[in-house]
């Protein structure tokens, strides 16, 4: 079975809204398989984690993963919450008293204009098409405020202020996660260009065994997931509808829309690969898992300093190091000495 075949079936049994106790069991041993075979995962890193880590060694502090504020990501869909939730009928109704509002004091409505402005608002409240609602919102309001804007110019307005608030609102969602990505392989020059300043930094290698033994603050391996890669949005988008439609949902079906949401990226970053850590953390920016690297990679264009500050915490901690070669007859990595 094909890595795409593995996690679609992986994705079915986790987070499908059908699933089951028995079928998040079959899920976590078809990761642990899927693992198993990789046996390493390994993880891209820039010339500042070298800094960072030096300056841990000197503080007396152990080696340990560094995970990443979403915020920090490079693609601008990771994490990203599709703009769906104005189809709520609580944001209905606030979003019509803000325009009835609107009508009455731009308009300097009369008690008997006010009244008929209301009970064509509370009627377009009854239309289920969201679409056909949103556009009687701004035709009522031209009724009543004689404005040089056309409605397209208030429509286009009001999303833009909605999208800043709902940008807004999600970074403060944001504040407390945690996220790691690995990749499959350690030889990828797109990884190591986009990942490890251009080759100057480092790949930090973990034995995916270590997984089943670590116990930090809950199972670590629950944490883990395979990345899926799709050609649009549409999947996701239309199970944020049902949270935005209030279709009656369990607290675990909204939290596995939730996590499929950040596990879910464009076919576009398909060659990384990616394995994610995904989880809260409290009141920090970074925090950081006692998940030490078994092997080093040191990138083909590291600087000699960092290349040697490497090499003498390694050696201090039994962590092998190698540098990574071009190969002679091929565009391709390879591990050297």
Not at 81 to 92: A, D, G, Q, S, W
Not at 155 to 179: D, L, P, Y
Not at 188 to 215: E, N, P, T
Not at 250 to 257: F, L, N, R, S, Y
Request: aromatic residues 14%; hydrophobic residues 35%.
């Amino acid at each position: 079975m094909s890595r795409k075949e593995d996690v679609e079936k992986y994705f079915k049994l986790q987070f499908g809204f059908d699933t089951t106790y028995e079928k998040r069991e079959d899920a976590k041993y078809l990761k642990i398989r899927m693992l198993s075979d990789l046996r390493y995962i390994y993880r891209y890193r820039g010339v500042g984690e070298i800094e960072r880590l030096v300056s841990c060694i000197k503080k007396g502090q152990l080696i340990e993963m560094r995970l990443s504020h979403p915020s920090n990501l490079n693609d601008p869909y990771d994490t990203w919450i599709p703009f769906v939730y104005l189809k709520t009928k609580e944001n209905r109704r606030e979003v019509t008293r803000y325009y009835y509002k609107v009508a009455c004091e731009e308009g300097n409505l009369d008690s008997v204009k006010s009244k008929e402005c209301c009970d064509k608002y509370r009627l377009n409240l009854e239309i289920s098409d969201f679409d056909e609602w949103f556009d009687n919102i701004f035709e009522i309001l031209l009724e009543y405020w004689k404005t040089q804007q056309t409605k397209e110019e208030l429509k286009n307005g009001h999303i833009q202020i909605m999208r800043e608030g709902h940008q807004k609102s999600w970074r403060k969602e944001q504040e407390n996660f945690g996220i790691a990505s690995f990749s499959e392989g350690c030889d990828s020059l797109l990884m190591w260009g986009h990942y490890a300043d251009s080759h100057k930094g480092v790949c930090f290698v973990y034995d995916v065994v270590d997984l089943f033994l670590i116990r930090e603050m809950k199972d670590i391996l629950d944490w883990i997931h395979p990345v899926r890669y799709v050609p649009d949005t549409s999947e996701i988008l239309s199970e944020w509808e049902k949270i935005a439609t209030g279709q009656e949902l369990t607290d675990a079906q909204k939290e596995d829309i939730f996590k499929k949401t950040l596990l879910t990226k464009s076919l576009d970053w398909e060659y990384e690969n990616e394995w994610r850590f995904a989880f809260r953390f409290p009141d920090a920016e970074y925090q950081s898992l006692p998940w030490a690297p078994c092997r080093i990679y040191l990138g083909v264009n590291i600087d000699a300093k960092n290349e040697e500050a490497i090499r003498k915490i390694a050696d201090e901690r039994n962590i092998s190091v190698n540098k990574m070669q071009l190969s002679d007859d091929q565009y391709k990595l390879i591990v050297g000495d």
